[in-house]
């Protein structure tokens, strides 16, 4: 069984830098692939990153422009979502998720998903 635990969200300024992390529990965890969603209220839940289980490819949703790095630590069983440039459309609940099946930037592609943590963009 595969755990996901996220943490780091908050409340930030526009313009700000906010790290996310995911601590990932089970024994297929280093073999999957990982993504981040976020869901903004009133909003459906939406892709923002994925990385394979190497972290040799990474995808990125069209808004992120550049602006957030998703990348794993295999070693300390971690995934990463380094934000900058925010602004008060990033608000939203950021969740962590894994996929045995490879790398989708839909949600119906993972199989195991954390509780989320919530980021605030102050404008």
């Known amino acids: 069984q595969v755990q996901l635990v996220e943490s780091g969200g908050g409340l930030v300024q526009a313009g700000d830098s906010l790290r996310l992390s995911c601590a990932a529990s089970g024994p297929t965890i280093r073999s999957s692939a990982m993504g981040w969603f976020r869901q903004a209220p009133g909003k459906e839940r939406e892709f923002v990153a994925t990385?394979?289980?190497?972290?040799?490819?990474?995808r990125y949703a069209d808004f992120v422009q550049g602006r957030f790095t998703i990348s794993r630590d295999n070693s300390r069983n971690t995934v990463y979502l380094q934000m900058n440039r925010l602004n008060s459309e990033d608000t939203a609940d950021y969740y962590c998720a894994a996929s045995l099946r490879g790398v989708w930037t839909m949600a119906s592609g993972y199989d195991y998903w954390g509780q989320g943590t919530h980021v605030t963009v102050s404008s």
């Open positions: 990385i394979t289980w190497n972290g040799g490819t990474t």
